[in-house]
């Protein structure tokens, strides 16, 4: 069974400095996308970045980088410089194996930046 | 990227009523939609697939005859939440799916039941 697992419920972070959000994740298939989404208070779903299992070099959306590390199973998301606006639920999620596009969710992390 | 349109954001029902939610690709054609139910500070349940076309595949524990859903063209899905209660309150989100394997989201739709 495919699974994604976000072990910290809450994050705090100071304006302006790095943080990491950390997302592991179990499949057997051997193809599968990881991707990142936000969630702010308003509720919209918006996405930020996609790596794919076969993909060489780790995703980078400006601000956002996906450290991806297949052989421990990881796909933690960085974001430099944080920003007030980055106040939000961020949910790791992964595209189910068959060919589907059904996107699996973590339970997330609430990022909380200070100024 | 690809925009969702999800409509209504907000809606207040009496128990027993029925509430219809609509999902619009507003530049794609999605052959497939998905609905979500949300409860606060949890994360996203896949409640059901919309196949355009043809019945939608719901997922274990979701009440077909509770949660209609409808997808009548490649860029409009509808969930009816039919006789609904106060336990049906919830945030639903749909999204749709494009060919590089991203799923944008719609808006959300807050359903609180009185």
């Known amino acids: 069974a495919q699974k994604i697992t976000q072990t910290q419920p809450g994050m705090f972070v100071q304006e302006k400095e790095a943080v990491t959000l950390d997302c592991t994740y179990d499949?057997?298939?051997?193809?599968?996308?990881l991707f990142w989404y936000k969630q702010p208070s308003s509720g919209e779903m918006i996405f930020l970045i996609y790596q794919g299992s076969y993909d060489q070099q780790n995703a980078t959306e400006g601000r956002y980088s996906l450290n991806f590390q297949k052989a421990r199973k990881s796909a933690n998301l960085v974001i430099s410089a944080s920003q007030l606006g980055d106040s939000a639920m961020y949910f790791c999620a992964m595209r189910r194996p068959g060919g589907s596009y059904i996107p699996t969710f973590g339970r997330g992390t609430s990022l909380i930046v200070h100024p | 990227g690809a925009v969702v349109s999800q409509h209504p954001s907000r809606v207040i029902c009496k128990s027993g009523t029925s509430v219809k939610i609509e999902c619009r690709s507003l530049d794609f054609q999605a052959t497939t939609m998905f609905w979500y139910r949300q409860f606060p500070k949890k994360s996203l349940m896949l409640m059901a697939t919309s196949n355009e076309g043809s019945k939608a595949t719901y997922e274990q524990g979701v009440e077909k005859d509770k949660f209609l859903i409808n997808h009548a063209s490649l860029t409009l899905s509808t969930l009816t939440v039919t006789s609904a209660h106060p336990e049906d309150s919830s945030f639903y989100i749909c999204?749709?799916?494009?060919?590089?394997?991203?799923?944008?989201f719609g808006q959300g739709t807050r359903l609180t039941v009185v």
């Open positions: 999204s749709a799916s494009v060919p590089r394997d991203e799923a944008f």
């Open positions: 499949t057997s298939d051997p193809s599968y996308g």
